[in-house]
């Protein structure tokens, strides 16, 4: 409509259309619907906003509190808030050690079916086992949670023994964080190695070397930015897993190296406490989210250097 | 690597030969051992991974040995013993009275048994047989529908009464379903020890005698804990009874709605940012926002609808502001988790609405443009159409992440025993993965199996919605 009253008066009236810039065309429309579409964009932004003022604005009724120093925080080996005691290094073990398993399952695993996939596997083949790994991806966490608990426990305790094994302990979680990680290892190193360019394959197999040997001293150091990426991600998605370690890996701080005991992570902790009728005041509360901010900025840091990674992998080739 | 070039003697040509082939054949073993490795490893994974489905469908059902509760007896309709007539109750002491006790009766009543009064007979009834009460008892099997529905009546709670009427109106159901309801419900009828699936199948023989021997005499059956009366039932405190419904409708409101809410904010954003910023700052800042946000985990969002839906929206939330009476407490209502899980899935829905608006050809909004449409006019009729299918393919996938995902809503409080279905979007509800960590955490065993079932249904919902997409997309980039 709009243009044919453009074209009518062009006809009708050279001298009006010509001082009629194209430029500048008054479409009052189009300009609500580009300031919409703006503002879902910059929703996305609020999101974050959001979360950081809502994360360190409890914190900090948390760190004001006169019972709580930074420097307590970080060095203090007990978690008890009933005793006034707020030390992070419990749950902070807890993750590290749960998200430490968890790598030594999925990075070899992992990464040895993603060089199987992309170097070895014919068309058809990897035409099936990449659906699969995508569907295995979307299993929610919630049912490895319930392996972890029905499974993987009950197998760690007949091996090692009752009395070495707690029900709850931090090994069966992480073995479990492992296998639910290991699709996600899979497929974005499959896709680093899938971009390597194929020249760089044929120039090494023309040399006389081995399929074994291009893919792990040609491929995989070609594609290294990518498989580093791979791996900052599930450390970042090691860290920030709540289910499985909610319902494997205790039900209490507890500061232990020792994998086969219980122990709370700091996801686990935040959802253990906001579960019960926890009042939107108090100390508690604001303990959850200091906590989460220390995930918060462990994850996202991670997920910068994850993104900075790739970054650098694209501007290769 | 780089040597003097001589002319080479055929000496020469044999020795290259005869030292390669000996550190050729050592690394083609080695090649082939890693390929071997290789392969063993995503065996490996794979095998993990159908162990976790194996291990679902083990706990999954099989024989099960139940025991009663209450003693049938005692619940059903009776007479009184004074009631029955004399030929009644010498039928009754002939057939419940010991012998020895019978053949000191007419030392203790001082006449024979045919020449004892009424009353006589009553007493020793009372004092010779172990329980009295029960004689007159019929068994539940020989009662009418009408005294079954009484017997429930009578024996379980109002509100439960109501619930099982709900579910079906009892004068609908058979006497058999009738019989089982008392068993269940009165009797409490439950679960003492259940062999897993696999056992059942393989090792049946051994399980039958083992149940002869431990449990002689009792009630036994394969059992299956996904039924459809599992799926339809109200949740109650007793494995036996207990049902995924409010889960179910929990889930479905939850994930409709945010969806609702998650879509258009969605699409909106990624048309921006594929069509409108072009290299503008704005637009860069907005995709490395999004890029960042899919990478917070998701309990962290949980922190944020707790602290803004849950807490500093609270009168909104739960209906409060608009004279919703008994709000839940703390906001824990189904807008609350559906406003939650709408931030937590659209990074997911721009970034698969981007990539499909990325695939449609130049071309189209080329031609579109020259022949004078606006740029919404473009991206409206030309380049939506044909990106609608990746957009629905996102959509999909954010869909079924919103139906696993679990930790989110533990933070934001979905309640763990919801009884009641959810009667709107300011009710107090349950998901399905709530459900199966709330069941998975019970300190009874029994519960885990009841939890298994509910684990099926959760994996064969996410996995078909995902295995859709994924099909949608590959007929896509056939297409493309």
């Known amino acids: 409509m709009a243009e044919l009253s453009v074209a009518e008066l062009q006809t009708k009236a050279p001298s009006r259309a010509r001082r009629l810039s194209l430029r500048r065309r008054a479409r009052p429309g189009e300009a609500v619907i580009r300031t919409i579409l703006l503002g879902s964009g910059v929703l996305s932004i609020f999101t974050t906003v959001g979360i950081i003022v809502v994360l360190v604005s409890d914190a900090l009724g948390f760190f004001l509190h006169p019972g709580v120093t930074l420097v307590k925080f970080f060095t203090d080996t007990v978690w008890a808030p009933e005793f006034g005691r707020y030390g992070i290094l419990p749950l902070a073990t807890a993750t590290l050690i749960t998200s430490l398993i968890a790598l030594i399952i999925a990075v070899p695993l992992g990464l040895s079916a993603a060089i199987f996939l992309s170097e070895y596997a014919s068309p058809r083949a990897r035409g099936y086992l990449k659906p699969i790994l995508e569907l295995l991806a979307a299993i929610p966490t919630v049912v490895y949670g319930y392996f972890a608990v029905t499974f993987m426990t009950p197998l760690l305790r007949s091996i090692f023994g009752a009395d070495v094994v707690d029900f709850y302990n931090m090994a069966s979680a992480g073995i479990v964080m492992g296998f639910m990680i290991i699709p996600l290892v899979a497929s974005v190193s499959e896709d680093a190695l899938a971009s390597v360019p194929r020249a760089l394959r044929e120039a090494a197999l023309g040399l006389g070397a081995t399929p074994l040997e291009t893919s792990l001293r040609v491929v995989v150091p070609a594609a290294t930015s990518g498989i580093a990426a791979s791996i900052i991600l599930a450390i970042s998605r090691a860290f920030g897993e709540t289910m499985i370690v909610l319902l494997a890996a205790g039900a209490g701080p507890n500061f232990t190296l020792n994998p086969f005991k219980a122990a709370e992570t700091i996801t686990g902790h935040i959802a253990r406490i906001s579960t019960g009728d926890i009042s939107h005041e108090g100390m508690d509360f604001y303990s959850l989210f200091a906590l989460g901010l220390v995930l918060f900025i462990m994850t996202l840091t991670l997920n910068l250097i994850s993104r900075w990674f790739v970054k650098r992998f694209r501007e290769v080739y | ?480």
């Open chain 2, 1 to 480: 690597m780089a040597r003097s070039i001589t002319e080479p003697t055929p000496q020469d040509f044999s020795a290259v030969e005869l030292r390669g082939d000996a550190s050729v054949r050592r690394r083609q073993v080695i090649a082939r051992t890693g390929r071997g490795v290789l392969f063993f490893s995503l065996v490996l994974g794979l095998v993990a991974l159908l162990t976790l489905f194996l291990n679902v469908f083990d706990k999954l059902g099989g024989y099960a040995v139940y025991a009663f509760k209450i003693d049938p007896l005692t619940i059903t309709p009776s007479r009184p013993l004074e009631e029955l007539s004399r030929e009644e109750l010498l039928a009754l002491i002939e057939k419940h009275v010991p012998e020895d006790a019978k053949a000191l009766i007419p030392e203790e009543y001082g006449a024979p048994l045919e020449e004892l009064s009424n009353e006589d007979l009553v007493n020793i009834l009372y004092n010779d047989t172990p329980s009295p009460e029960t004689l007159t008892a019929k068994p539940l099997e020989a009662l009418t529908r009408e005294e079954l529905i009484e017997v429930l009546q009578r024996n379980v709670t109002g509100t439960r009464f109501e619930q099982l009427q709900a579910e079906r109106p009892l004068e609908q159901r058979t006497r058999e379903e009738l019989i089982e309801l008392v068993e269940v419900e009165v009797l409490q009828r439950s679960v003492v020890w259940q062999w897993t699936l696999f056992e059942s199948i393989f090792n049946r023989d051994a399980i039958l005698a083992e149940i002869a021997s431990r449990y002689p005499g009792s009630d036994y059956e394969f059992k299956w804990w996904l039924t459809p009366r599992f799926i339809a039932s109200d949740q109650t405190t007793r494995p036996e009874t207990t049902g995924l419904r409010p889960a179910l409708l929990g889930s479905l409101l939850v994930v409709i709605l945010s969806i609702l809410f998650a879509v258009p904010i969605g699409v909106a954003a990624g048309i921006y940012l594929e069509e409108f910023a072009g290299k503008s700052r704005l637009g860069a800042i907005i995709q490395t926002n999004i890029y960042n946000l899919a990478g917070v985990p998701s309990i962290i969002y949980g922190m944020l609808g707790l602290a803004v839906f849950a807490r500093a929206l609270r009168d909104f939330t739960t209906g409060a502001a608009f004279g919703v009476p008994n709000p839940p407490p703390n906001g824990r209502t189904i807008i609350t988790a559906s406003l939650t899980m709408a931030l937590l899935i659209l990074p997911l829905i721009i970034v698969n609405t981007q990539e499909a608006i990325r695939a449609v050809p130049q071309a189209l909004r080329d031609a579109a443009l020259a022949v004078g449409a606006t740029k919404w006019e473009t991206v409206w009729h030309h380049v939506l159409p044909v990106a609608a299918p990746g957009i629905l393919t996102g959509t999909i996938l954010a869909t079924a992440r919103a139906l696993g995902e679990t930790a989110p809503l533990i933070v934001v409080g979905a309640a763990a025993y919801v009884t009641m279905d959810p009667q709107g979007i300011f009710s107090s509800y349950t998901v399905l993965p709530i459900q199966i960590y709330t069941w998975t955490k019970l300190p009874e065993q029994i519960f885990t199996r009841v939890a298994s079932a509910a684990v099926v249904v959760l994996l064969v919902t996410v996995l078909a919605i995902n295995l859709t997409a994924i099909i949608l997309r590959n007929r896509l980039r056939k297409q493309i």
